[in-house]
Nanobody
Framework: QVKLVESGGGLVQPGGSLRLSCAAS????????MGWFRQAPGKEREFVAQ????????YYADSVKGRFTISPGNTKNMVYLQMNSLKPEDTAVYYC??????????????WGQGTQVTVSS
């Protein structure tokens, strides 16, 4: 079993920043690539970003390129998403994902429970 726990969500004004964290526990070998997805109200869940274990290979959705940065933690069980220049359209529940297949990911092995990000003035 693998458990993914996200943290760092919240309310931020447009143009602001947030940093999401994801901690994995349980059977944590072979979790990479890891990444983030998001789901806005009334919309389907969509890919945001993913990273290899080393951080040398990353992929981003076009909508977040240049604003979001994904990085693996110093320990093998963490992944982060730095979100800058946030826009109201970034409002969504953000999900950590592990055991990804595809570049960008088309299948996900494990999901976190999600953390809410709200961008509003």
């Amino acid at each position: 079993q693998v458990k993914l726990v996200e943290s760092g969500g919240g309310l931020v004004q447009p143009g602001g920043s947030l940093r999401l964290s994801c901690a994995a526990s349980g059977r944590t070998w072979n979790l990479y690539p890891m990444g983030w997805f998001r789901q806005a109200p009334g919309k389907e869940r969509e890919f945001v970003a993913q990273t290899s274990r080393s951080g040398n290979t990353t992929y981003y959705a076009d909508s977040v390129k240049g604003r979001f940065t994904i990085s693996p933690g110093n320990t093998k069980n963490m992944v982060y998403l730095q979100m800058n220049s946030l826009k109201p359209e970034d409002t969504a529940v953000y999900y950590c994902a592990a055991g990804l297949r595809g570049s960008p990911a088309r299948t996900v092995g494990y999901w976190g429970q999600g953390t809410q990000v709200t961008v509003s003035s």
